[in-house]
């Protein structure tokens, strides 16, 4: 299954199209697989959206290729030169964003780093490298978006995981930022609730053609992993998508504070690969 959506997500899908017309999205790590797959669903919903990421050249050629779904060269704006870590930079991405197209309605926190080592292995640096991208830099995007957010009475996802439910070893360093990421979602919920600002996590399982898959399946067999499935196969980045969609649209107007999982069940047999 390709990484990318094209139009029969809305001309088969249950989404209205224009639903999210007039609204404008910023996302971090949009260039990446799952957070570009997201965004290509609410480009297709009528949004605009700003892709934020470090790397210039990948970036930028994600942007092309998604304003090719819109077929209108305006509708995506790549800021490059960007890490979620540092604060500033994430100002400076919001305000080319509001320059670009003068609001923020959604934003999508999905910048992550990740890979497998031993506890015994892993340095004090190489933690906190995880921690801080994915947990500090989740803060630093919801912070640096909030006074638009506060405007447009606008909705943030978190990208979460589910490693943290149970224990997975050799990902310490990913389980404590993603059990962060949670507990911050969670209180900007209740705390930002009554600016009218929605707030809520996703947390996709085992989804396949991904970074993350490559990273921590390795050559495991996908029959045997589709096995250990309760839905029996593994899930695609266009399921993480239409999540996204009904997190931003009005028919969960009312849901804030809560964790999607979207991983076919395989969480509750605290199964790994
Ligand atoms: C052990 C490692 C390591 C590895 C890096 N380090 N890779 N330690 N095993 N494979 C250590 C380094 O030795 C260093 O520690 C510290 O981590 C920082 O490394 P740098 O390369 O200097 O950091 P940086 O350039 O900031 O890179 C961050 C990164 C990198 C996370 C290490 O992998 C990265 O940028 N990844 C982004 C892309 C990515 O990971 N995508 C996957 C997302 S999937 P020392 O002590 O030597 O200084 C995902 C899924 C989540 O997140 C789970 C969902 C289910």
């Not at 009554?194 to 809520?200: C, P, Y």
Request: glycine share 10%; with cysteine.
């Amino acid at each position: 299954m390709p990484n990318t959506l094209d139009d029969t997500f809305v001309t088969e899908g249950p989404w209205k199209p224009d639903i999210f017309k007039g609204k404008v999205a910023f996302v971090t790590g949009g260039a990446g697989t799952i957070c570009r797959v997201q965004t290509e669903a609410l480009l297709l919903l009528g949004c605009k959206a700003a892709i934020v990421g470090r790397n210039k050249e990948k970036t930028e050629l994600a942007a092309r290729e998604m304003t090719q779904l819109t077929g209108s060269p305006d509708s995506v704006l790549p800021v490059s030169g960007v890490d979620v870590r540092e604060f500033d930079q994430l100002e400076r991405a919001v305000a080319a964003t509001v320059e670009k197209f003068g609001r923020i309605d959604f934003v999508i926190a999905g910048a992550a780093g990740n890979f497998i080592a031993p506890f015994a292995d892993l340095s004090a640096n190489a933690f906190k490298s995880v921690v801080s991208i994915d947990l500090l830099g989740s803060f630093n995007t919801a912070k640096a978006c909030h006074p638009q957010l506060k405007i447009s009475k606008g909705s943030i996802l978190f990208v979460s995981a589910t490693f943290h439910y149970y224990g997975v070893p050799f990902q310490c360093h990913v389980g404590a930022a993603k059990a962060g990421i949670d507990a911050l979602s969670n209180a900007l919920a209740v705390e930002l609730g009554v600016s009218g600002i929605r707030s809520n996590c996703i947390a996709p399982g085992a989804i396949e053609g991904t970074e993350g898959m490559a990273r921590l399946s390795g050559s495991a067999n996908k029959e045997k992993m589709c096995s250990k499935i309760p839905l029996q196969r593994l899930g695609t980045t266009k399921d993480i998508a239409e999540t996204t969609v009904f997190l931003f649209s009005d028919a969960a107007k009312y849901v804030t504070g809560t964790v999607h999982i979207v991983d076919g069940g395989m969480w509750h047999l605290g199964t790994h690969f």
